[in-house]
Nanobody, 117 residues
Framework: QVQLVESGGGLVQPGGSLSLSCTAS????????MSWVRQPPGKAMEWVAS????????YYRDSVKDRFTISRDNAKNSLYLRLNDVNADDTAVYYC??????????RGRGTQVTVSL
C-alpha cells in the first residue's frame, strides 16, 4: 500500500510563503510522476501541480502558475511544494498524490494550509 506523509502546513498571511513536504515509502518513488492536489473547504479536490519522474518537467494549474513551485528529491523519496504570494483561495488541505489525474486515491492524509490575517 502506498504511504505518503505530508507536512509543513499552517497559518500564513496573504502574500506570505510556505513550504510543504511529502515523504514517500512502500513504492519506488523515482519511477512515478507525482502531484500535489488540494481540497478547498466545501469544494471538490483539485489538481495543483505535477512533476515528471526524472526530467523534472513541471506542470501547474493556471491559478498557481508563477507562485507555486513543485520539486522532488528522488534520493530522499521526497516531494515538495513551495507556495509564494498566497491568497485566500489557496486555503485548502494539500495532499501529495501518486497520480496525475483523478480520483487521486493514492494520496496522503494531507496538511492544512490556511491563508488569513
Amino acid at each position: 500500500q502506498v504511504q505518503l506523509v505530508e507536512s509543513g502546513g499552517g497559518l500564513v498571511q496573504p502574500g506570505g510563503s510556505l513550504s510543504l513536504s511529502c515523504t514517500a515509502s512502500t513504492f519506488n518513488f523515482s519511477y512515478y510522476y507525482m502531484s500535489w492536489v488540494r481540497q478547498p473547504p466545501g469544494k471538490a479536490m483539485e489538481w495543483v501541480a505535477s512533476i515528471t519522474a526524472h526530467s523534472g518537467k513541471t506542470y501547474y494549474r493556471d491559478s498557481v502558475k508563477d507562485r507555486f513551485t513543485i520539486s522532488r528529491d528522488n534520493a530522499k523519496n521526497s516531494l515538495y511544494l513551495r507556495l509564494n504570494d498566497v491568497n485566500a483561495d489557496d486555503t485548502a488541505v494539500y495532499y501529495c498524490a501518486k497520480e496525475t489525474a483523478p480520483p487521486y486515491t493514492s494520496r496522503g492524509r494531507g496538511t492544512q494550509v490556511t491563508v488569513s490575517l
